[in-house]
């Protein structure tokens, strides 16, 4: 079975003013949709970055692996590591660790795996966590991720969600999230305020839900100083420390130090990465991406490699859509390891998807694996051509968190460490 052709699809859809280390999310967000045809007629979809650097080589890519054997794995990676050849993309917020020849490779080479083994799970009438070996659980838990808010957009009502910019606004959220998916643990997206007022929004977070397990992610801009400091108080509350300082040499001083595990997904981000990571001790939790880990398939290997070596998993998210959330839940649910909630921005599509409704839901925080073969979704072809419009019509080509935030408030750095 082989690949006659194969259609990219750039979308943009609504995204609230979300803060973070880097700035504030632009009011579109960017995604791209990878639709794979057979010469056999059946289809499958894979969902990516919709950064105009990377759309331009996914472009390129889905032109060179046509006529592909949608089994041959190895052959199409090897024609998307031969396109790329030296060239690196970098993402100009920086929230997902360094950027490499390799790590462009993979993420390149990503949609088109995952709409592979969508394919080759239709063809086998069977879901494609059987293609990874089979659920190991039957739903996948997902954490309430909270976010640092405005109200809304600068000159743009107030959203459905409200402003959250102290703990107090923080624990209504994570309220409304809760209340209206089930969630069983909760994250706080840090590096916004002063660690102090950070931390004070956790231990509000702890007295309002004594018994969910809690993460905070400050996106690298605390010192080694700040992050052991912060680290030390924190004792008790967290499940775990989700990048508090940069790199592995920074992480391993900050884990030798501090009480709870330390978790990446910043400075363990290729394979290359996790020999110095697990010398150093840096890690005790490596949150997966199969965006940029090279697809399901090498994101299970992945897996394997650290359940060997005593690190849990978790998984990494980026603002997505129900492809995305389909491929994530097949993984997480054929994989022992993930011991950890996955993460999910989900609620702050607040609806919009490309995926017809009724396949992918939340029951207790945890979403079941699809039921259909292959990914178990289909793409809303309405949905699709109206968020392709939005992309055409938006303006946004490439998320730029710091820029739009400097728009708001010029003297904004991003600068690391800044606490």
Not at 214 to 240: C, F, H, K, Q
């Amino acid at each position: 079975m082989r690949i006659r052709e194969i259609h990219v699809t750039p979308v943009a859809f609504r995204d609230p003013p979300l803060l973070n280390a880097a700035g504030v999310h632009e009011p579109w967000a960017l995604r791209t949709v990878v639709e794979v045809v057979t010469d056999e007629g059946l289809t499958g979809l894979g969902e990516t970055y919709g950064d105009l650097d990377h759309l331009v080589r996914v472009r390129a890519a889905a032109e060179a692996l046509r006529g592909h054997d949608v089994y041959g794995d190895n052959a199409m990676y090897a024609t998307v590591a031969g396109l790329v050849g030296a060239d690196v993309v970098t993402d100009l917020h920086g929230l997902t660790g360094t950027s490499s020849r390799a790590k462009t490779v993979d993420r390149i080479f990503s949609p088109f795996e995952v709409a592979c083994l969508d394919i080759r799970g239709k063809a086998a009438g069977r879901p494609v966590v059987d293609l990874l070996g089979g659920r190991v659980r039957d739903a996948v838990p997902y954490s309430a991720y909270l976010f640092y808010k405005w109200g809304g957009h600068p000159g743009a009502p107030e959203d459905g969600f409200g402003a959250a910019l102290d703990p107090a606004g923080v624990v209504e959220q994570a309220r409304l999230l809760i209340g209206r998916y089930g969630f069983g643990s909760i994250k706080l997206k840090g590096g916004v305020f002063p660690p102090e007022q950070e931390a004070e929004a956790i231990r509000a977070l702890r007295e309002a839900f004594p018994g969910h397990p809690l993460r905070l992610d400050p996106n690298a801009v605390w010192s080694v100083e700040t992050s052991i400091r912060v680290g030390r108080e924190l004792d008790g509350l967290l499940e775990y420390l989700e990048d508090p300082t940069e790199g592995i040499e920074g992480m391993a001083r900050v884990a030798a130090e501090v009480p709870m595990p330390l978790a990446t997904n910043m400075c363990v981000v290729t394979p290359e990465h996790l020999p110095p990571a697990l010398r150093a001790g840096a890690i005790g939790v490596l949150l997966t991406d199969h965006h940029y880990w090279g697809g399901l398939v090498r994101s299970a290997h992945i897996a394997t490699l650290c359940a060997t070596f005593g690190i849990a998993l978790s998984m990494h998210s980026n603002s997505h859509l129900g492809i995305s959330l389909a491929a994530m839940t097949h993984l997480a649910a054929a994989t022992p390891a993930v011991t950890h909630a996955c993460d999910t921005h989900t609620p702050w599509q607040d609806g919009q998807d490309v995926v017809a409704p009724g396949a992918l839901r939340f029951v207790d925080g945890a979403v079941p694996v699809p039921d259909g073969p292959g990914l178990g979704v289909e793409l809303d072809r309405d949905a699709l051509a109206i968020m392709n419009e939005q992309y055409e019509k938006c303006g946004v080509r490439s998320r730029d968190d710091t820029t739009y935030m400097r728009s708001v408030d010029p003297s904004f750095s991003a600068r690391r460490p800044r606490w």
